[in-house]
């Protein structure tokens, strides 16, 4: 995608871009956020929060979104990053990344929760945004595809943990297999199942 000069900005005024983020709460891998400015003249019929919609909705959503929007870019917080800054930073980090990444300057950013990012444009924060604004669920979407396409990915990599079927979220399944087979270097050590499970192995190894 093209960036943006100031013509662009001055030839379209009215650019809104909806952001989102997945993955605050599993127990590995990275935080993804999206950001995503709709085409009024290609309207996307279906948009939901993506937690709403199945696995092949969202999939074929995602197609959509990425053929028809004017802009759109995903971008993430490492789990390294998560565990410097906390999860709460790291999600505004990876919603910063994703404003700044967009081909088009916004004139208006509208974000998902109670706290924006800090971005160089207007922005505002909604409370359940990806039900009500289909630029929003846009987003949720897009990242939400990009960030279970990287947990299948790490699946292949470290099959003993599932992630392809919990996605990295503290599943009974996953915990069992933290404490069976340890932490992995995509573990976040600053969540409390991860740090307990380093605890437990110091603990008997030190026995």
């Known amino acids: 995608m093209p960036v943006s000069s100031s013509t662009d900005k001055r030839r379209q005024p009215h650019l809104i871009a909806g952001v989102d983020e997945v993955g605050r709460g599993p127990l590995a891998g990275a935080v993804v956020a999206?950001?995503?400015?709709?085409?009024?003249?290609?309207?996307?019929?279906?948009?939901?929060?993506?937690?709403?919609?199945?696995?092949?909705?969202?999939?074929?959503?995602?197609?959509?979104?990425?053929?028809?929007?004017?802009?759109?870019?995903?971008?993430?917080?490492?789990?390294?990053?998560?565990?410097?800054?906390?999860?709460?930073?790291?999600?505004?980090?990876?919603?910063?990344?994703?404003?700044?990444?967009?081909?088009?300057?916004?004139?208006?950013?509208?974000?998902?929760?109670?706290?924006?990012?800090?971005?160089?444009?207007?922005?505002?924060?909604?409370?359940?945004?990806?039900?009500?604004?289909?630029?929003?669920?846009?987003?949720?979407?897009?990242?939400?595809?990009?960030?279970?396409?990287?947990?299948v990915e790490l699946h292949q990599k470290h099959p003993e943990f599932g992630f392809d079927r919990h996605k990295g979220y503290p599943t009974a399944q996953h915990r069992a297999a933290i404490m069976q087979f340890g932490v992995t270097p995509l573990h976040r050590q600053s969540f409390a199942p991860v740090r307990n499970a380093l605890m437990v192995k110091k603990e008997t190894t030190e026995a």
């Open 34 to 151: 999206a950001a995503v400015i709709l085409n009024p003249k290609k309207p996307i019929e279906g948009l939901l929060d993506s937690k709403l919609l199945d696995e092949a909705k969202r999939e074929t959503l995602d197609k959509l979104i990425r053929k028809r929007a004017m802009a759109y870019c995903i971008a993430e917080a490492s789990v390294a990053e998560i565990d410097q800054l906390n999860i709460l930073h790291a999600s505004m980090l990876a919603m910063k990344r994703a404003v700044e990444g967009l081909g088009l300057a916004p004139n208006l950013v509208l974000v998902d929760g109670n706290r924006c990012p800090a971005v160089d444009y207007p922005c505002q924060a909604i409370v359940k945004g990806d039900q009500h604004v289909q630029s929003i669920s846009a987003a949720s979407i897009i990242a939400k595809v990009a960030r279970d396409r990287q947990m």
